[in-house]
């Protein structure tokens, strides 16, 4: 068969090697998945597919490692990512699991989408990881490999949603676009970050807040920009942009840490600049 049902909520483990698509059609009930070294290779877009449920869960227990990749779709419609999802979608676990887009994204909710635990290697040719309402990350590892952003967030009808949030963890991102975008605030507590993006390495179109973390990027445009306001508390920041390293269109607030603009146009600009502690160095061919 080319899918694989699931009606009913409830817990559903899959293991060895699938050609099939699963689509998930439960109606106010959660659903959980847990992949147990599994391949999946979907003959006709996605390989999970929610069209409705409460949450749903994918986990991949300690020790598995499981593969999904997607296919060209054979019919033209909005089902472009491996994962797919109308609802509310949680990965988690101490496994592995390796996402190859080849038709779009790897993962897309129309809702939310939080990564705990689990590592995600990720190869797309679109973007990585699309949460509508917002994406929030604890404790994982996350590579992605991708011509468009890695990580971003969209819902701008909404003031309250479109953010990314980051507890922890550790991610390196190569992308054709920018590492991470939110139409929203990007606030990042902690984490270590190697960015490789040839736009902007973390963009915001309101707010950035760096709690803390290790940071080190190299963008074809600007390391850290924002619309409104960029707050920088402490952390270990390296930047090497084409343009300017840290740039927001209002406010620039330094309250610690150590910040190394190796390489940019512009070193630190904003229209507004506060310098309350840190230390700081700046190399830049215009203004410092």
Do not use: W
């Amino acid at each position: 068969t080319e899918t694989m049902y699931i009606t009913e909520g409830g817990t559903y483990v899959l293991s060895g090697e699938y050609t099939t698509q699963l689509e998930i059609n439960v109606v106010d009930e959660d659903v959980n998945i847990i992949l147990n070294n599994v391949t999946m290779s979907s003959l006709n877009g996605p390989c999970i597919l929610v069209l409705d449920a409460q949450d749903v869960t994918i986990s991949a227990p300690e020790g598995t490692v499981n593969t999904l990749e997607d296919s060209l779709m054979q019919e033209v419609n909005e089902y472009d990512s491996v994962i797919y999802s109308y609802s509310d979608l949680e990965l988690n676990g101490t496994g592995t699991i390796n996402i190859t887009a080849v038709n779009n994204n790897a993962i897309y909710s129309k809702d939310d989408i939080k990564v705990s635990e689990v590592e995600l290697n990720i190869i797309s040719v679109d973007d990585g990881i699309i949460g509508r309402d917002y994406v929030a990350l604890k404790n994982t590892t996350i590579t992605i490999e991708s011509d468009g952003d890695a990580i971003k967030s969209t819902n701008d009808e909404d003031v309250d949603k479109g953010f990314v949030y980051v507890v922890s963890g550790t991610y390196n991102f190569n992308t054709g676009g920018d590492g991470i975008q939110a139409i929203n605030d990007v606030i990042i507590y902690n984490g270590t970050f190697t960015i490789d993006a040839e736009d902007d390495g973390i963009q915001s179109s309101n707010s950035i807040y760096i709690g803390n973390g290790v940071f080190n990027i190299t963008s074809g445009y600007d390391g850290l920009k924002a619309v409104v306001e960029i707050y920088i508390f402490d952390g270990v920041i390296n930047i090497s942009a084409a343009d300017d390293g840290i740039h927001s269109d209002d406010v620039i607030v330094i309250e610690g840490g150590t910040i190394v603009i190796e390489t940019s146009y512009e070193g630190v600009e904003a229209y507004s600049i506060t310098f309350n502690n840190g230390n700081i160095t700046v190399n830049s061919t215009d203004d410092g």
